[in-house]
């Protein structure tokens, strides 16, 4: 995936390699739970999206889809959106995560049309994408995210830039992880530390000598107290959160539909030759 370490001149996230420069990138927008942030033209998003990916080598063609219920997106919003070459798509509420649904169907249908190398941006915090994300960075397609301020920490592991939604809204820059594949924070466990020595401890004296006649009965008396004395217990480690996947059912829909494209796909082949 994009390079390992932080390259000049890419402040906070991580320069395109060259195999996915000018590789095509698809977003995928869940506009139910990204919204047009307050304040935002809608005309811009397009190409403040556009903006960021130039600013991180992404210089391949760019399609933009967003899902949601456009009954609850003001008129004047879908026009300024559809204007600038995003394509709506609209999903009845009603259903549960009806939305994600229909992204994760189409995502996949593109994976069919698109083999790899090619960038996907996905702009969610939805957990059901977490395993589709993860599938699709294992068959060589290189991942980028936008999400909200409270999103399913495992997407971010699958990705190679990450955005605060509303940076990327504005063309802004990714950020760093503090979470990631090979960054986990684990919290600090206390030791007790032992008291200082004083440094004006009096010299050796007679009163030294006198003590060291006890040196048998404090040690026994210390073996008898560590004898009593309960273990520390070893501290647990962190678990890495385990991917949270959506229903098998879900699944079942995906694998039928792929292999009904497939299928499609392959007699079309077959009447054209």
Same mark, same amino acid.
């Given at each position: 995936?994009?390079?390992?370490?932080?390259?000049?001149?890419?402040?906070?996230?991580?320069?395109?390699?060259?195999?996915?420069?000018?590789?095509?990138?698809?977003?995928?927008?869940?506009?139910?739970?990204?919204?047009?942030?307050?304040?935002?033209?809608?005309?811009?998003?397009?190409?403040?999206?556009?903006?960021?990916?130039?600013?991180?080598?992404?210089?391949?063609?760019?399609?933009?889809?967003?899902?949601?219920?456009?009954?609850?997106?003001?008129?004047?919003?879908?026009?300024?959106?559809?204007?600038?070459?995003?394509?709506?798509?609209?999903?009845?509420?009603?259903?549960?995560?009806?939305?994600?649904?229909?992204?994760?169907?189409?995502?996949?249908?593109?994976?069919?049309?698109?083999?790899?190398?090619?960038?996907?941006?996905?702009?969610?915090?939805?957990?059901?994408?977490?395993?589709?994300?993860?599938?699709?960075?294992?068959?060589?397609?290189?991942?980028?995210?936008?999400?909200?301020?409270?999103?399913?920490?495992?997407?971010?592991?699958?990705?190679?830039?990450?955005?605060?939604?509303?940076?990327?809204?504005?063309?802004?820059?990714?950020?760093?992880?503090?979470?990631?594949?090979?960054?986990?924070?684990?919290?600090?466990?206390?030791?007790?530390?032992?008291?200082?020595?004083?440094?004006?401890?009096?010299?050796?004296? #007679?009163? @030294? %000598? $006198? !003590? +060291?006649? *006890?040196? &048998? /009965? #404090?040690? @026994? %008396? $210390? !073996? +008898?107290? *560590?004898? &009593? /004395?309960?273990?520390?217990?070893?501290?647990?480690?962190?678990?890495?959160?385990?991917?949270?996947?959506?229903?098998?059912?879900?699944?079942?829909?995906?694998?039928?539909?792929?292999?009904?494209?497939?299928?499609?796909?392959?007699?079309?082949?077959?009447?054209?030759?």
């Amino acid at each position: 995936m994009a390079g390992d370490g932080l390259k000049a001149g890419f402040p906070g996230g991580k320069a395109a390699e060259p195999l996915y420069e000018a590789a095509k990138t698809s977003v995928w927008w869940d506009i139910e739970n990204c919204r047009v942030p307050r304040g935002c033209d809608a005309h811009a998003i397009a190409p403040n999206i556009n903006a960021a990916l130039m600013k991180m080598n992404y210089n391949g063609p760019v399609t933009i889809s967003a899902y949601g219920d456009t009954n609850r997106i003001p008129s004047y919003i879908q026009r300024a959106l559809s204007s600038t070459g995003i394509s709506l798509n609209h999903v009845p509420a009603g259903a549960k995560d009806a939305s994600d649904k229909k992204i994760l169907v189409d995502m996949l249908f593109w994976a069919v049309d698109n083999p790899a190398s090619a960038n996907y941006l996905l702009i969610s915090g939805g957990r059901d994408f977490s395993n589709a994300i993860h599938q699709l960075r294992m068959r060589r397609y290189n991942i980028l995210l936008a999400q909200p301020l409270k999103a399913f920490p495992a997407l971010a592991a699958a990705a190679t830039n990450v955005w605060q939604w509303i940076h990327l809204a504005a063309g802004g820059s990714p950020r760093e992880l503090a979470f990631g594949t090979n960054t986990l924070r684990q919290e600090s466990i206390p030791t007790p530390v032992s008291e200082p020595i004083s440094a004006n401890q009096p010299a050796y004296s #007679n009163a @030294n %000598a $006198n !003590a +060291n006649t *006890n040196t &048998n /009965t #404090n040690i @026994n %008396a $210390n !073996a +008898n107290a *560590n004898a &009593n /004395t309960k273990p520390m217990p070893m501290p647990m480690p962190i678990p890495i959160p385990m991917l949270m996947l959506p229903g098998p059912k879900v699944y079942l829909i995906l694998d039928a539909l792929l292999i009904l494209k497939l299928k499609l796909f392959t007699y079309q082949r077959t009447r054209i030759n």
